[in-house]
Each structure stands twice: as C-alpha cells, then as structure tokens.
C-alpha cells in the first residue's frame, strides 16, 4: 500500500554561546521534536569559529533525542586535511547529513583555505564518505547546499547563482535549502530558472519567522537580501510586539503556502533558537506530518 507523501519539515538551530542559552535552547529543541520533524539542522561558524560547540550539539541531537541532524560546514579559511578530518569524525560520529557551505570570512579575516568553493567541498565529502563505505553499510550521506532566491551578493547575476546551483548538483549534492527570501515570487523563479538549467535534486525554501524587525535589519545586512518595503512598514507600523508578531506571523504563513502551493518539497524553518514563532507558523499552516507512531509504525 503506498504511503501519503507529506511535506518535508526541518528546524535550523546554531550553537549554544552560553550556559543560559543551552538551557534555552533545549527548551526549544523538546518543543520542536514534538512536531516530528524530518530533520534539525545546526549552523557551523565559519572557518569553524564554534566547531566543537557545533559538534557538541550535534552529538545531544544524537544521543538524546529523536532527531536526525543535518550539520552545517563550512570551507573558508580551512585546509583540505582539516575539513578532511572533521567530515570524517561527523561520519564516524553517526551524522548522517551534512550541509556543505563556503561561509563568509569573518570581518577583518582575510580569505584563506584550499577548499574555495561549496561545490570542492561536496567532491570533498563525497570523497570521505568513498573511504567509509563499509561503516555506512553501502549507504550515502545526504549532502545539502545552499540556493538564492535573490541574487548572492558576491555573484554577478542570477545566472551565476543557477550555474554554481548545478555545478553543486553535478558534485553531488542531493537538495537545496534558500537563503531567506521575502517574496513568493523570488522562490517560483529560482525553482524555474534551475529546473531549465537541468538541476533536479529538490529545493527547499528557507523561511524565517518575519517577527522581530532588529532580526530582519540584521539579516538583510548580513546576507545582503533588501526586505520588502510592504512588510517592514507593516511591522514598523504595529501598536504592541502581540500585533507585530501577528502581523509577522501572517505575513510568513503567506510566503510558505505560496510556496509549497508552488510545488515546494517541504519547508525549512530558520527558528534563532526559539520556538514559539515557528510553532505559530506551524499551527497556522496546518502542514500535515506523519502520524503521531512515526514513520517506522507506517512501514
Ligand atoms: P558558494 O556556493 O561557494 O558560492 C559563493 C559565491 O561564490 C557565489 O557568489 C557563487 O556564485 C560563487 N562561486 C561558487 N562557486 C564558484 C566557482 N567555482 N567559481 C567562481 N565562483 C564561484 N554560513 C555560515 O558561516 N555558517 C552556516 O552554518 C551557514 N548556513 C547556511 C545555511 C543556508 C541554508 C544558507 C542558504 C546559507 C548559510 N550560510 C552559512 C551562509 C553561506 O555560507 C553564505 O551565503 C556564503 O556567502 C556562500 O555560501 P555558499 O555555500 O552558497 O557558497
């Protein structure tokens, strides 16, 4: 009997920075397991600036909950060995997915590393994975990378950013997870323009709860993605932080449902460690997940 197919869910969290935000963290990592997603993904610093606090969170992930990791890793500013030996312990460790990113180089760092591009790094992991084959009883590691709706900033256009796409899929990479992205139509064009260039693997959109205006500022600095002036002035424009984060909160579910009503495979949820703004997208999507048994009791 076939089983229903559901939406792909997923949760990306970083690293505790302190005591107090690990105990928080967990908090946020209990309430999310509940939702039963497919998989939590943990950000790694560039240049592998929080590396053994990334792999300590990973290795609770493993040991104490339900959850399957996906670790993020980054290439800029290490060396082949040493991203040689890190993939090596995240495979032995048991991770199963890996994210392969280049990173940003750190303000004031200049760029260093052999490894220059996320696509050398997916040949990179493929090849570590090559050597272990025997402990993954033949099987693969899942390798993901990421994708731009808006144009990266270091790229020249958007054709850039679907060529590095393929050259990614043709390394050997299995799916895609976005950047963040404010307009439905960004996300329609980017799984257009990449499907006619011939990459297949699947795309999943990043979002990010649209409920704190300081988080948005900052994002769009970093990642160098313009908010849309629609939302930020009905953000800016909210009486109380309940009516801001209503109005963040509609404003998400939007961007979602459009996107999955545009085919998407699943959604990815950029959650800063808290909980309850993606819980309220959740409940407000109503996106239907595996029964409450799991997906083992359905086999
Ligand atoms: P690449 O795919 O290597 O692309 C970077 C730039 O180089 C692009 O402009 C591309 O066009 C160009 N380029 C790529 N290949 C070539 C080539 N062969 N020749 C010439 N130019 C090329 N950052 C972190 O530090 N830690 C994280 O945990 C993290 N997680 C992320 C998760 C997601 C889902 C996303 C979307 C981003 C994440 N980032 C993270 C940010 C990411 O590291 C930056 O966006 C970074 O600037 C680019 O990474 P990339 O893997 O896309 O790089």
Redesign the pocket.
């Known amino acids: 009997m076939s089983q229903p197919s559901y939406p792909a869910l997923s949760y ?1 969290l ?1 690293p505790p920075r302190s005591a107090e935000s690990e105990q928080s963290l967990w908090t946020t990592v209990r309430r999310l397991e509940e939702t039963r997603p497919d998989f939590v ?6 240049a592998g600036s929080n590396r053994e606090a ?1 792999i300590g969170l990973l290795r609770r992930l493993l040991t104490e909950t339900t959850l399957k990791p996906l670790a ?5 500013g290490s060396s082949r060995t040493e991203l040689t030996g890190i993939i090596d312990r995240l495979i032995g460790g048991g991770v199963r997915g890996i ?6 180089t750190p303000e004031g760092r200049t760029r260093a590393g052999d490894v ?6 997916v040949r990179l992991i493929r090849e570590v994975e090559a050597q272990r084959t025997a402990q993954l009883a033949a099987g693969r590691v899942s390798v ?5 709706a808006t144009r ?5 256009n958007l054709d ?2 679907i ?3 393929l ?2 899929e043709e390394a050997g990479a299995d799916f ?5 992205f404010f307009r439905p139509s960004d996300y329609t064009r980017l799984v257009t323009r990449a499907r006619r260039a011939g990459v297949t693997m699947p795309i999943i959109p ?1 979002v990010m709860p649209l409920t704190s205006t300081r988080r948005l500022r900052k994002l769009s600095s970093l ?1 160098g993605i313009d908010v849309d002036d629609a939302l930020w002035a009905r953000l800016e424009g909210a009486r109380t932080d309940d009516e801001r984060r209503r109005v963040g909160v509609a404003a998400t579910v939007d961007l979602a449902r459009a996107a999955l009503d545009d085919g998407a495979p699943g959604l ?1 949820l ?1 959650t800063f460690n808290q909980h309850a703004a993606a819980l309220d997208v959740l409940d407000a999507l109503d996106l239907a997940r595996p029964p409450q048994a799991g997906l083992a009791a359905s086999l």
């Open positions: 990306e970083y993904s943990v950000t790694y610093g560039a990334a993020h890793l980054t290439c800029v994210l392969a990113l280049r990173g940003d220059e591009h996320a696509d050398e790094l993901g990378v990421a994708a731009y990266h900033p270091d790229s020249a850039q950013d060529d590095v796409l050259a990614k895609a997870i976005t950047q963040v990043g990642a990815h950029y």
